[in-house]
């Protein structure tokens, strides 16, 4: 049966580990929800795609990304975290990479997720997502991650530097906080 946002949080505060990304996926893909239930965190940028933290715990964080059109992600990892994603309004476009034998990042292999669509990363995943939908259309997406991701690691399409991104938190007037 669908779930409700209450007991998503319900889920989530009795984590005592790290949620396997299967069932993490699982979790998301049960939810009954959408961009109203989580009005007062969609929240847009126009600097960058904005993180939205809506509650957080021990073992996870939950937040509501807002893209607004042309607005990526950079290429990144998910270091020692299962990381779930549902789309909630728009279309979301995810480009997986993988390390190449130089030491370069090369694309994998692009797709569309529509809404209601969810799609997991973990650990060394590479992945980059945009909002590359027609008409100017915005994008909003939930995320959980667990454990919290603090830092993820970032990497160029142009060469084989590495870098570090925390994951800053754009608008914090969450509960639970
Ligand atoms: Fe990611």
């Known amino acids: 049966m669908a779930k409700t946002l209450d007991e998503l949080f319900d889920y989530l505060d009795r984590l005592e580990q790290r949620v396997a990304l299967p ?66 309004r728009g279309v979301m476009t995810e480009t997986r990479f993988e390390v190449a034998p130089n030491g370069h990042v090369k694309a994998v292999g692009s797709r569309d997720l529509a809404e209601g669509g969810v799609c997991g990363s973990q650990d060394d995943d590479l992945h980059q997502v945009s909002n590359l939908q027609a008409g100017n259309a915005e994008l909003v997406t939930l995320h959980v991650y667990s454990p919290p991701l603090m830092w993820m690691g970032t990497y160029s399409i142009l060469d084989t530097s590495r870098g570090q991104e925390p994951m800053l938190l754009e608008f914090c007037d969450a509960a639970g906080i």
């Not at 126009?46 to 996870?60: F, I, Q, T």
């Not at 607004?68 to 990381?83: T, V, Y």
């Open 23 to 88: 069932e993490l996926v699982g979790e998301l893909s049960d939810l009954a929800i959408d961009c109203d239930g989580l009005r007062q965190h969609v929240q847009f940028s126009d600097r960058s795609y904005a993180r939205n933290l809506v509650r957080k715990g021990p073992w996870y964080h939950l937040l509501v990304l807002c893209w607004k059109n042309g607005q990526r992600s950079p290429i990144h990892d998910h270091a020692g975290s299962s990381c779930g994603v549902r789309v909630l």
